[in-house]
């Protein structure tokens, strides 16, 4: 059965886990063939068996990202396994949360590293073959707090800013050449990564018209629609799917 994303490859980072596990499923769904990737070989693995398992066409590629030859490694492995990538979702992403005067220099080369540079240079790897081929979408995933000063979220926002910026930029350079580049930008998702914070999360979505957390699959919405051609005349757009935490 041909459906929307039928002959598309995808290539989900961190999708061992929370946002990127739903989203895999949601773009397996569609009829993408999806390359999963985190670190987590087990989780992985149990993620491609449940896509196959309800009829979708799903591989597992192993990846610890953090810096350039990372990051081209997996794009050139997904290539390789897949076929070309026709669709990336930047999602891998670490949160720590803490005051500012207690982060060490490792602390921030971590977090850039995994949120900034490993979706930077996946871009470098891939986004010159999708404009050759005239096609293309990225979905980058980014936070609330990229726009919002928050207190203890100064490391992970500024990172996550970066790649609002990184959004923008990349449309302007890759879009004339067919490849649509976007964002989502979540607010309180319940996670396996967020488990820990507990009520806290709830606290920080309790503001915002939807007055609860988001669910995975409620993002992975969001990041499927900029995925596909419904979002055909969509470029640099930073979608917030936040309940309405900072619109209000
Ligand atoms: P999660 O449950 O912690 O999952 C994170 C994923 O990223 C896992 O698949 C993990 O892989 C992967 N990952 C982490 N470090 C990695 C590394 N060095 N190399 C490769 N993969 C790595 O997180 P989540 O809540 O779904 O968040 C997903 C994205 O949404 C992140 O970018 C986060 O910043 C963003 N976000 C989340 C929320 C929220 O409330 N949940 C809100 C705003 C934005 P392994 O487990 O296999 O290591």
Redesign the pocket.
Known sequence: MSTELSGSTALV?????????ATAFSLAALGADVVL????EE??RQAVKEIRAAGGSALFIA????DEASARGLARQATEQAGPVDILVN?????PFGPTDRTTGEDFDEVFA??VK?PYFLVAELAPAMAARGRGAIVN????VAGLGMDGMSLYGAS?AALVLLTKSWAAEYGPRGVRVNAVS????R????AVMGDA?DNLAAAGPAQRTGT?EEIAAAITYLATDRASFVHGAVLAADGGRTAV
Do not use: H, Q, W, Y
């Open positions: 980072t961190g999708a061992t886990s929370g946002i990127g596990r990737s985190g670190r987590n989780r992985g990846s610890d990202l953090g999602n891998a992403g670490i949160f995994v949120n490993a995933v980014t936070t609330m996550k979540p607010g309180p998702t996670t396996e990564g967020t999360l995975p």
